[in-house]
Protein backbone atom coordinates (compact mmCIF):
# COMPACT_ATOMS: atom_id res chain seq x y z
CA UNK A 1 0.00 0.00 0.00
CA UNK A 2 1.34 3.13 -1.19
CA UNK A 3 1.12 6.33 1.25
CA UNK A 4 1.28 9.82 -0.51
CA UNK A 5 4.61 12.02 1.02
CA UNK A 6 4.07 13.94 3.41
CA UNK A 7 4.51 17.61 3.01
CA UNK A 8 3.91 20.86 5.03
CA UNK A 9 2.85 22.45 2.21
CA UNK A 10 -0.50 22.00 -0.19
CA UNK A 11 -0.03 20.04 -3.85
CA UNK A 12 -0.13 22.72 -6.81
CA UNK A 13 -4.29 22.77 -8.17
CA UNK A 14 -4.19 20.59 -10.91
CA UNK A 15 -3.58 22.39 -14.52
CA UNK A 16 -6.81 23.82 -15.86
CA UNK A 17 -7.12 23.33 -19.95
CA UNK A 18 -6.79 26.42 -22.13
CA UNK A 19 -5.06 28.53 -19.33
CA UNK A 20 -1.35 29.13 -19.55
CA UNK A 21 0.32 28.11 -16.02
CA UNK A 22 2.45 31.18 -14.61
CA UNK A 23 6.29 29.66 -13.29
CA UNK A 24 6.62 29.40 -9.55
CA UNK A 25 9.18 32.54 -9.56
CA UNK A 26 9.64 34.93 -11.83
CA UNK A 27 12.66 34.92 -14.41
CA UNK A 28 14.97 36.72 -13.41
CA UNK A 29 17.22 38.96 -15.80
CA UNK A 30 20.64 38.10 -16.45
CA UNK A 31 24.12 40.39 -15.95
CA UNK A 32 23.92 43.00 -18.96
CA UNK A 33 25.58 41.84 -21.48
CA UNK A 34 29.21 43.52 -21.98
CA UNK A 35 30.49 44.82 -25.10
CA UNK A 36 33.97 44.55 -25.81
CA UNK A 37 35.90 47.64 -26.51
CA UNK A 38 39.30 48.59 -26.76
CA UNK A 39 40.86 50.60 -24.52
CA UNK A 40 43.51 53.35 -25.42
CA UNK A 41 45.72 52.61 -22.20
CA UNK A 42 45.38 48.87 -22.87
CA UNK A 43 43.39 48.39 -19.56
CA UNK A 44 39.74 46.94 -19.15
CA UNK A 45 36.45 48.91 -17.72
CA UNK A 46 35.43 47.99 -14.33
CA UNK A 47 33.72 43.83 -14.72
CA UNK A 48 29.83 44.38 -15.13
CA UNK A 49 29.99 48.13 -15.86
CA UNK A 50 30.28 50.14 -19.07
CA UNK A 51 33.56 50.72 -18.89
CA UNK A 52 33.36 54.62 -17.84
CA UNK A 53 34.66 55.53 -14.02
CA UNK A 54 31.84 56.83 -11.55
CA UNK A 55 32.23 60.26 -10.87
CA UNK A 56 34.04 61.51 -7.22
CA UNK A 57 31.87 61.73 -4.55
CA UNK A 58 31.75 65.89 -3.77
CA UNK A 59 33.93 66.55 -1.02
CA UNK A 60 32.46 67.05 2.58
CA UNK A 61 32.85 71.32 3.97
CA UNK A 62 33.50 70.83 7.43
CA UNK A 63 31.58 73.08 9.24
CA UNK A 64 33.60 75.99 11.52
CA UNK A 65 33.34 75.84 15.08
CA UNK A 66 32.29 79.64 14.45
CA UNK A 67 29.19 78.85 12.00
CA UNK A 68 28.47 76.22 14.71
CA UNK A 69 27.80 78.83 17.11
CA UNK A 70 26.34 80.84 15.40
CA UNK A 71 24.11 78.21 14.03
CA UNK A 72 23.39 77.28 17.77
CA UNK A 73 22.66 80.63 19.27
CA UNK A 74 20.46 81.24 15.94
CA UNK A 75 18.56 78.46 17.24
CA UNK A 76 18.71 79.16 20.96
CA UNK A 77 17.13 82.98 19.99
CA UNK A 78 14.48 81.79 18.70
CA UNK A 79 12.73 80.38 22.30
CA UNK A 80 12.41 82.77 25.28
CA UNK A 81 14.87 80.72 27.52
CA UNK A 82 17.74 80.83 24.50
CA UNK A 83 17.46 85.00 24.31
CA UNK A 84 16.78 85.53 28.34
CA UNK A 85 20.39 82.92 28.17
CA UNK A 86 21.70 85.62 25.49
CA UNK A 87 21.01 89.25 27.24
CA UNK A 88 22.22 88.15 30.65
CA UNK A 89 25.50 87.24 29.35
CA UNK A 90 25.24 90.65 26.79
CA UNK A 91 24.45 93.03 30.18
CA UNK A 92 27.36 90.91 32.50
CA UNK A 93 29.62 91.59 29.99
CA UNK A 94 28.83 95.30 29.31
CA UNK A 95 28.54 96.00 32.98
CA UNK A 96 32.46 93.65 33.26
CA UNK A 97 33.86 96.13 30.15
CA UNK A 98 32.70 99.49 31.96
CA UNK A 99 34.42 98.49 35.31
CA UNK A 100 37.89 97.32 33.49
CA UNK A 101 37.79 100.11 31.54
CA UNK A 102 36.72 102.45 34.40
CA UNK A 103 39.55 100.93 36.56
CA UNK A 104 42.03 101.05 33.75
CA UNK A 105 41.42 105.00 32.75
CA UNK A 106 41.30 106.18 36.55
CA UNK A 107 44.94 104.02 37.75
CA UNK A 108 45.90 105.76 34.77
CA UNK A 109 45.15 109.16 35.50
CA UNK A 110 45.77 108.29 39.43
CA UNK A 111 49.59 107.37 38.32
CA UNK A 112 50.01 110.65 36.58
CA UNK A 113 48.58 112.80 39.22
CA UNK A 114 51.17 111.16 41.95
CA UNK A 115 53.79 111.79 39.38
CA UNK A 116 52.69 115.45 39.39
CA UNK A 117 52.67 115.77 43.05
CA UNK A 118 55.95 113.77 43.93
CA UNK A 119 58.20 113.66 40.95
CA UNK A 120 57.67 115.81 38.52
CA UNK A 121 56.98 119.16 40.39
CA UNK A 122 59.82 118.28 42.82
CA UNK A 123 61.95 117.71 40.01
CA UNK A 124 61.10 120.95 38.30
CA UNK A 125 61.90 123.22 41.82
CA UNK A 126 64.59 120.94 41.62
CA UNK A 127 66.09 121.95 38.77
CA UNK A 128 64.79 125.34 39.59
CA UNK A 129 67.47 125.18 42.80
CA UNK A 130 70.44 123.98 40.67
CA UNK A 131 69.99 126.91 38.27
CA UNK A 132 69.41 129.73 41.43
CA UNK A 133 72.52 127.86 43.36
CA UNK A 134 74.86 128.33 40.49
CA UNK A 135 73.71 132.08 40.08
CA UNK A 136 73.89 132.80 43.95
CA UNK A 137 77.94 130.76 44.10
CA UNK A 138 78.93 133.29 41.00
CA UNK A 139 77.43 136.17 43.08
CA UNK A 140 78.70 134.91 46.48
CA UNK A 141 81.68 134.80 44.55
CA UNK A 142 81.87 138.07 42.79
CA UNK A 143 81.05 139.61 46.22
CA UNK A 144 83.84 138.42 47.86
CA UNK A 145 86.58 139.17 45.37
CA UNK A 146 85.34 142.71 45.94
CA UNK A 147 85.98 142.44 49.84
CA UNK A 148 89.56 141.67 48.26
CA UNK A 149 91.74 140.01 51.30
CA UNK A 150 88.56 140.71 54.00
CA UNK A 151 86.50 138.56 52.58
CA UNK A 152 83.57 137.72 55.41
CA UNK A 153 83.13 134.36 56.38
CA UNK A 154 79.33 134.18 55.66
CA UNK A 155 80.31 134.93 52.15
CA UNK A 156 82.86 132.45 51.83
CA UNK A 157 80.60 130.15 53.42
CA UNK A 158 77.29 131.23 51.23
CA UNK A 159 79.72 130.68 48.22
CA UNK A 160 80.88 127.03 49.77
CA UNK A 161 76.75 126.08 50.35
CA UNK A 162 75.88 127.07 46.88
CA UNK A 163 78.49 124.81 45.03
CA UNK A 164 76.94 122.13 47.09
CA UNK A 165 73.42 122.43 46.77
CA UNK A 166 74.17 122.29 42.68
CA UNK A 167 76.52 119.20 43.48
CA UNK A 168 73.27 117.60 45.19
CA UNK A 169 70.84 118.56 43.06
CA UNK A 170 73.30 117.54 39.61
CA UNK A 171 73.10 114.13 41.55
CA UNK A 172 69.56 113.68 42.28
CA UNK A 173 68.56 115.20 38.99
CA UNK A 174 71.10 112.29 37.34
CA UNK A 175 68.98 109.69 39.46
CA UNK A 176 65.58 110.50 38.31
CA UNK A 177 66.61 111.31 34.41
CA UNK A 178 66.19 108.27 31.77
CA UNK A 179 69.40 106.95 31.02
CA UNK A 180 70.83 108.47 27.30
CA UNK A 181 68.21 111.24 27.70
CA UNK A 182 68.68 114.91 26.71
CA UNK A 183 68.50 115.32 30.32
CA UNK A 184 71.32 113.11 31.31
CA UNK A 185 73.60 114.52 29.01
CA UNK A 186 72.59 118.30 30.36
CA UNK A 187 73.29 117.22 33.95
CA UNK A 188 77.14 115.09 32.68
CA UNK A 189 77.90 118.38 31.20
CA UNK A 190 77.07 120.50 33.94
CA UNK A 191 78.94 118.34 36.36
CA UNK A 192 82.25 118.42 34.27
CA UNK A 193 82.04 122.07 34.42
CA UNK A 194 80.67 122.71 37.86
CA UNK A 195 84.70 121.80 38.99
CA UNK A 196 86.07 123.73 36.23
CA UNK A 197 83.96 126.84 37.53
CA UNK A 198 85.14 126.48 40.86
CA UNK A 199 89.31 126.23 40.10
CA UNK A 200 89.04 129.33 37.90
CA UNK A 201 87.01 131.11 41.27
CA UNK A 202 90.36 129.78 43.53
CA UNK A 203 92.70 131.32 41.14
CA UNK A 204 90.80 134.71 40.85
CA UNK A 205 90.93 134.26 44.73
CA UNK A 206 94.30 133.44 44.88
CA UNK A 207 95.72 136.43 42.70
CA UNK A 208 93.62 138.55 44.44
CA UNK A 209 94.97 138.25 48.05
CA UNK A 210 98.14 138.95 46.34
CA UNK A 211 96.91 141.96 44.76
CA UNK A 212 98.01 140.70 40.90
CA UNK A 213 95.45 142.04 38.48
CA UNK A 214 95.21 139.03 36.74
CA UNK A 215 92.34 137.70 39.20
CA UNK A 216 89.93 139.62 37.65
CA UNK A 217 90.59 138.83 34.50
CA UNK A 218 90.21 135.15 36.24
CA UNK A 219 86.97 135.70 37.85
CA UNK A 220 85.58 137.00 34.94
CA UNK A 221 86.63 134.15 32.96
CA UNK A 222 84.96 132.25 35.87
CA UNK A 223 81.53 134.44 35.02
CA UNK A 224 81.44 134.29 31.51
CA UNK A 225 81.56 130.31 32.31
CA UNK A 226 79.02 130.46 34.23
CA UNK A 227 76.29 133.12 32.32
CA UNK A 228 77.37 131.28 28.80
CA UNK A 229 77.62 127.70 29.54
CA UNK A 230 76.48 126.72 32.68
CA UNK A 231 73.52 128.55 33.32
CA UNK A 232 72.26 127.84 29.96
CA UNK A 233 72.64 124.02 30.59
CA UNK A 234 70.80 124.67 33.88
CA UNK A 235 68.11 126.39 32.29
CA UNK A 236 67.50 123.65 29.54
CA UNK A 237 67.04 121.06 32.45
CA UNK A 238 64.75 123.33 34.34
CA UNK A 239 62.66 123.25 30.47
CA UNK A 240 62.92 120.03 29.76
CA UNK A 241 61.72 119.00 34.29
CA UNK A 242 59.23 121.68 33.06
CA UNK A 243 57.95 119.98 30.04
CA UNK A 244 57.78 116.46 31.89
CA UNK A 245 55.78 118.90 34.31
CA UNK A 246 52.97 119.84 31.98
CA UNK A 247 52.81 116.11 30.16
CA UNK A 248 51.48 114.26 33.57
CA UNK A 249 49.25 117.36 34.35
CA UNK A 250 47.85 116.56 30.46
CA UNK A 251 47.88 112.76 31.10
CA UNK A 252 46.34 113.42 34.61
CA UNK A 253 43.08 116.07 33.74
CA UNK A 254 41.41 114.82 30.55
CA UNK A 255 38.08 113.39 31.13
CA UNK A 256 37.79 109.16 31.11
CA UNK A 257 35.26 109.45 28.11
CA UNK A 258 35.38 105.68 27.26
CA UNK A 259 34.48 104.67 30.59
CA UNK A 260 31.93 107.12 31.09
CA UNK A 261 30.40 106.21 27.69
CA UNK A 262 30.06 102.54 28.68
CA UNK A 263 28.82 102.89 31.67
CA UNK A 264 25.59 105.07 29.91
CA UNK A 265 25.43 101.77 27.54
CA UNK A 266 25.38 99.87 30.78
CA UNK A 267 22.45 101.47 32.26
CA UNK A 268 20.62 101.48 28.83
CA UNK A 269 20.90 98.20 28.34
CA UNK A 270 19.75 97.47 31.95
CA UNK A 271 17.15 99.75 32.18
CA UNK A 272 15.91 98.01 28.42
CA UNK A 273 16.18 94.78 29.83
CA UNK A 274 14.16 95.67 33.25
CA UNK A 275 11.53 97.61 30.91
CA UNK A 276 11.33 94.28 28.51
CA UNK A 277 10.70 91.51 32.04
CA UNK A 278 7.92 94.02 32.89
CA UNK A 279 6.13 93.68 29.65
CA UNK A 280 6.35 89.92 29.65
CA UNK A 281 5.83 89.61 33.08
CA UNK A 282 3.81 92.48 34.40
CA UNK A 283 6.40 92.42 37.46
CA UNK A 284 7.78 95.47 38.72
CA UNK A 285 11.30 95.10 40.07
CA UNK A 286 13.54 92.33 38.60
CA UNK A 287 15.59 92.43 42.48
CA UNK A 288 19.43 91.30 40.33
CA UNK A 289 18.69 93.83 37.81
CA UNK A 290 17.77 96.41 40.24
CA UNK A 291 20.77 95.69 42.15
CA UNK A 292 23.13 95.83 39.14
CA UNK A 293 21.23 99.17 37.83
CA UNK A 294 22.40 100.46 41.09
CA UNK A 295 26.42 99.08 41.02
CA UNK A 296 26.68 100.83 38.01
CA UNK A 297 25.12 104.06 38.78
CA UNK A 298 27.13 104.09 41.74
CA UNK A 299 30.50 103.91 39.92
CA UNK A 300 29.32 106.02 37.04
CA UNK A 301 28.23 109.02 39.25
CA UNK A 302 31.76 108.16 41.61
CA UNK A 303 33.82 108.56 38.05
CA UNK A 304 32.24 111.65 37.31
CA UNK A 305 31.86 113.53 40.09
CA UNK A 306 35.67 112.19 41.48
CA UNK A 307 37.15 113.20 38.43
CA UNK A 308 35.69 115.86 38.22
CA UNK A 309 36.86 117.06 41.49
CA UNK A 310 40.19 115.73 41.12
CA UNK A 311 40.68 117.88 37.57
CA UNK A 312 39.71 121.14 39.28
CA UNK A 313 41.98 120.37 42.41
CA UNK A 314 45.00 119.40 39.86
CA UNK A 315 43.91 122.83 37.33
CA UNK A 316 43.84 125.02 40.41
CA UNK A 317 47.56 123.59 41.54
CA UNK A 318 49.13 124.63 38.10
CA UNK A 319 47.26 127.72 38.05
CA UNK A 320 47.91 129.29 41.66
CA UNK A 321 50.95 126.67 42.05
CA UNK A 322 52.85 125.68 39.15
CA UNK A 323 52.41 128.86 36.88
CA UNK A 324 53.40 131.26 40.26
CA UNK A 325 56.24 129.18 41.28
CA UNK A 326 57.67 129.32 37.71
CA UNK A 327 57.31 132.93 37.85
CA UNK A 328 59.04 133.07 41.37
CA UNK A 329 61.39 131.24 40.24
CA UNK A 330 62.31 133.74 37.32
CA UNK A 331 62.13 136.23 39.41
CA UNK A 332 64.75 135.33 41.75
CA UNK A 333 67.12 134.16 38.92
CA UNK A 334 66.91 137.21 37.31
CA UNK A 335 67.88 139.08 41.01
CA UNK A 336 70.96 136.71 41.27
CA UNK A 337 72.03 137.27 37.83
CA UNK A 338 71.53 141.10 38.32
CA UNK A 339 73.62 141.04 41.35
CA UNK A 340 76.33 139.26 39.94
CA UNK A 341 76.34 141.59 37.11
CA UNK A 342 76.51 145.05 39.78
CA UNK A 343 79.91 143.12 40.95
CA UNK A 344 81.35 142.39 37.77
CA UNK A 345 81.00 146.35 36.93
CA UNK A 346 83.50 146.84 39.77
CA UNK A 347 85.57 144.02 39.33
CA UNK A 348 86.02 144.90 35.48
CA UNK A 349 86.55 148.64 35.69
CA UNK A 350 85.32 149.69 32.38
CA UNK A 351 87.17 146.78 30.35
CA UNK A 352 84.03 145.59 29.22
CA UNK A 353 82.64 147.70 27.42
CA UNK A 354 79.27 147.28 24.58
CA UNK A 355 77.96 148.74 22.03
CA UNK A 356 74.39 150.20 22.28
CA UNK A 357 73.23 151.97 18.98
CA UNK A 358 75.92 154.77 18.88
CA UNK A 359 76.54 154.69 21.99
CA UNK A 360 79.60 152.65 24.00
CA UNK A 361 78.40 151.44 27.77
CA UNK A 362 79.60 149.21 30.45
CA UNK A 363 79.14 145.71 29.72
CA UNK A 364 78.25 144.09 32.94
CA UNK A 365 76.22 147.52 33.78
CA UNK A 366 74.23 146.86 30.89
CA UNK A 367 73.46 143.54 31.96
CA UNK A 368 72.49 144.59 35.06
CA UNK A 369 69.78 146.94 33.34
CA UNK A 370 68.34 144.36 31.52
CA UNK A 371 67.66 141.65 34.61
CA UNK A 372 66.06 144.54 36.37
CA UNK A 373 63.89 145.08 33.91
CA UNK A 374 62.99 141.11 33.94
CA UNK A 375 62.43 141.17 37.21
CA UNK A 376 60.65 143.89 37.51
CA UNK A 377 58.31 142.08 34.69
CA UNK A 378 58.29 139.02 37.04
CA UNK A 379 57.17 140.40 39.84
CA UNK A 380 54.42 142.29 38.12
CA UNK A 381 53.19 138.99 36.70
CA UNK A 382 53.47 137.45 40.19
CA UNK A 383 50.97 139.96 41.87
CA UNK A 384 48.59 139.00 39.21
CA UNK A 385 49.04 135.41 40.05
CA UNK A 386 48.96 136.15 43.98
CA UNK A 387 45.05 134.47 45.18
CA UNK A 388 45.32 135.59 48.60
CA UNK A 389 47.31 138.61 50.73
CA UNK A 390 49.62 135.87 52.37
CA UNK A 391 51.18 135.37 48.81
CA UNK A 392 51.07 139.05 47.61
CA UNK A 393 52.59 140.75 50.58
CA UNK A 394 56.16 138.92 50.01
CA UNK A 395 56.06 140.15 46.35
CA UNK A 396 55.07 143.55 47.43
CA UNK A 397 57.79 143.68 49.59
CA UNK A 398 60.34 142.61 46.99
CA UNK A 399 58.93 144.96 44.57
CA UNK A 400 59.77 148.01 46.73
CA UNK A 401 63.34 146.75 47.53
CA UNK A 402 63.71 146.59 43.94
CA UNK A 403 62.91 150.12 43.36
CA UNK A 404 65.46 151.14 46.68
CA UNK A 405 67.94 149.19 44.51
CA UNK A 406 67.63 150.47 41.44
CA UNK A 407 68.08 153.56 43.48
CA UNK A 408 71.17 153.18 45.32
CA UNK A 409 72.56 151.33 42.01
CA UNK A 410 72.37 154.58 40.55
CA UNK A 411 74.25 156.39 43.01
CA UNK A 412 76.67 153.69 43.46
CA UNK A 413 77.47 154.00 39.26
CA UNK A 414 77.86 157.89 40.06
CA UNK A 415 80.34 157.46 42.28
CA UNK A 416 82.16 154.91 40.14
CA UNK A 417 81.96 157.64 37.03
CA UNK A 418 83.50 160.19 38.93
CA UNK A 419 86.25 158.00 40.48
CA UNK A 420 85.43 157.61 43.70
CA UNK A 421 85.70 153.63 43.48
CA UNK A 422 86.08 153.29 47.30
CA UNK A 423 82.56 155.22 48.01
CA UNK A 424 80.64 153.06 44.79
CA UNK A 425 82.47 149.66 46.46
CA UNK A 426 81.14 150.95 50.00
CA UNK A 427 77.47 151.59 48.14
CA UNK A 428 77.21 148.25 46.86
CA UNK A 429 78.78 145.82 49.63
CA UNK A 430 78.94 147.98 52.20
CA UNK A 431 77.73 147.07 56.04
CA UNK A 432 74.72 149.92 55.62
CA UNK A 433 72.40 151.25 53.34
CA UNK A 434 74.18 149.04 50.35
CA UNK A 435 72.52 147.36 47.28
CA UNK A 436 73.55 144.27 49.18
CA UNK A 437 70.83 144.72 51.56
CA UNK A 438 68.19 145.25 49.35
CA UNK A 439 69.41 142.32 46.95
CA UNK A 440 69.44 140.33 50.45
CA UNK A 441 65.72 141.70 51.07
CA UNK A 442 64.55 140.47 47.57
CA UNK A 443 65.65 136.94 47.79
CA UNK A 444 64.50 136.17 51.04
CA UNK A 445 60.58 137.71 49.92
CA UNK A 446 60.59 135.74 46.94
CA UNK A 447 62.23 132.64 49.25
CA UNK A 448 59.13 132.90 51.32
CA UNK A 449 56.49 133.77 48.77
CA UNK A 450 58.10 130.46 46.86
CA UNK A 451 57.28 128.38 50.26
CA UNK A 452 54.15 129.87 50.55
CA UNK A 453 53.17 128.62 46.51
CA UNK A 454 54.83 125.84 47.31
CA UNK A 455 52.36 124.86 50.20
CA UNK A 456 49.06 125.95 48.21
CA UNK A 457 50.58 123.77 45.12
CA UNK A 458 51.18 120.41 47.32
CA UNK A 459 47.63 121.62 49.02
CA UNK A 460 45.25 121.55 45.99
CA UNK A 461 47.34 118.63 43.71
CA UNK A 462 47.27 116.70 46.99
CA UNK A 463 43.40 117.14 47.34
CA UNK A 464 42.98 116.11 43.39
CA UNK A 465 44.56 112.90 43.66
CA UNK A 466 43.27 112.08 47.01
CA UNK A 467 39.36 112.51 44.95
CA UNK A 468 40.37 109.64 42.62
CA UNK A 469 41.63 107.47 45.72
CA UNK A 470 39.81 104.25 45.50
CA UNK A 471 38.20 104.41 42.74
CA UNK A 472 39.87 102.14 40.26
CA UNK A 473 39.69 99.49 42.81
CA UNK A 474 36.01 100.30 43.83
CA UNK A 475 34.88 100.71 39.84
CA UNK A 476 36.29 97.23 39.23
CA UNK A 477 34.47 95.42 42.68
CA UNK A 478 31.17 97.15 42.32
CA UNK A 479 31.54 96.43 38.51
CA UNK A 480 31.69 92.56 39.38
CA UNK A 481 28.52 92.38 41.62
CA UNK A 482 26.89 94.20 39.17
CA UNK A 483 27.73 91.51 36.76
CA UNK A 484 26.47 88.94 39.43
CA UNK A 485 23.46 91.11 39.58
CA UNK A 486 22.44 91.05 36.08
CA UNK A 487 23.16 87.15 36.03
CA UNK A 488 21.19 85.96 38.96
CA UNK A 489 18.23 88.68 37.65
CA UNK A 490 18.12 86.58 34.31
CA UNK A 491 18.27 83.21 35.96
CA UNK A 492 15.58 84.20 38.06
CA UNK A 493 13.32 84.42 34.77
CA UNK A 494 15.43 81.01 33.49
CA UNK A 495 13.89 79.19 36.49
CA UNK A 496 9.90 80.33 35.78
CA UNK A 497 10.79 78.23 32.67
CA UNK A 498 11.74 74.45 34.21
Keep these: MTHPPKSSAAPPPPPVPGVPTMPAMPPQPGPPEQRSRPAASGRQGPPGGSGRPAPPLPPQVRRTAFVEGADRLRAAATTEPGRLRIIGALLALLVVAFGAVTAWQMADRSAAADDVLNNSQPLSSAAADIYRSLADANTAASSGFLAGGQESADTRKRYETDIDNAAEGLVEAATNSDPGSPAAATVARLNRLLPEYKGLVERARTYNRQGFPVGGAYLRYANEKMQKQMLPQAEVLYTSENQRLRADYADATPYPWAAIGLGVLSLAGLGWAQHRSYRRTNRVLNQGLVAATATATVVLLWLVVGHSVARSD ?3 SYNHGVLSLNV ?7 SLK ?26 Y ?16 EAQKLADDATGEKPVTAAVGNMKVWKDRHGAARAEDENGNYANALAKVIGPKDATGECFDSVDDHLSDAIDHETAEFKQAAGDGLGAMTGLSAGAAVLAVLGAAGAVLGIGRRLSEYR
Aim: glycine share 10%; proline share 0%; aromatic share 4%.
Design 338 to 363: ARGNENLTLVSRGAETKLVGDRTVDA
Design 328 to 334: LHDARIA
Design 314 to 316: LKG
Design 365 to 380: DYAFRTDMDALGKRLA
